[in-house]
């Protein structure tokens, strides 16, 4: 039966052990070499360098690194909700306007077809490089999150327009939708690109 460690390190430290293991230990090869190893470990120990008292400052700056992060942070967060906000007002300012905007001369209505016809040409490739993009991340900046966001909300808006009154509209109606609809899948595939290539600190 050999000793076991607290009885070993009370041999090492010189305190009292029971007698049969004080007996033991010297005769017995492996506990004789684990006594050797827990002095000279304690041995290393004592030899480190004490290590110089804190005075606090690295607490202190630890504490001043937070702050400052924190305020930039802040700053950040504040720069991309006036970005955001900027961005909504602008795009519901664009909206307003095209929706008063009257033309001074209707286009024919074969022009209108035709026009239409093109506008949906163009909608289907810009659909297609939105779907090649990446997905969008976990986590996205504010600055293009909300924009993105009401961009998507328009083109539902616009495809519900388009697709409940598509018989009964008026071709320069139509044209004026897909129109939309164009410029806003645009804006849409620009604001999606940027998101992608941006990495989110």
Known sequence: MHARLDQLLSL?????????????????????????????????????????????RGWVDVQARLAAR????????TVASLAAAASVATLALLAALRFQESPTAPAAPAAATAAVAELRTRSQALE??????????????????????????QVQWLDHQLSTSAEAMPPTQAERLWRDRVEVMNSLVQLRYVEAQRPVL
């Open 12 to 56: 090492r430290d010189g305190e009292p052990v029971d007698g049969r293991v004080e007996a033991h230990v010297p005769g017995c090869d492996d506990c004789a070499a684990a006594l050797s190893g827990a002095s000279r470990l304690r041995d290393r120990l004592r030899a480190l360098p004490v290590a110089a008292a804190d005075d606090g």
């Open 128 to 153: 297609a490089m939105l779907a090649a993009l990446p997905e969008r991340p976990a986590v996205a900046r504010a600055a293009t999150a909300v924009p993105i966001d009401n961009l998507e909300s």
């Open 70 to 77: 924190k305020r930039g942070l802040r700053r950040r967060a």
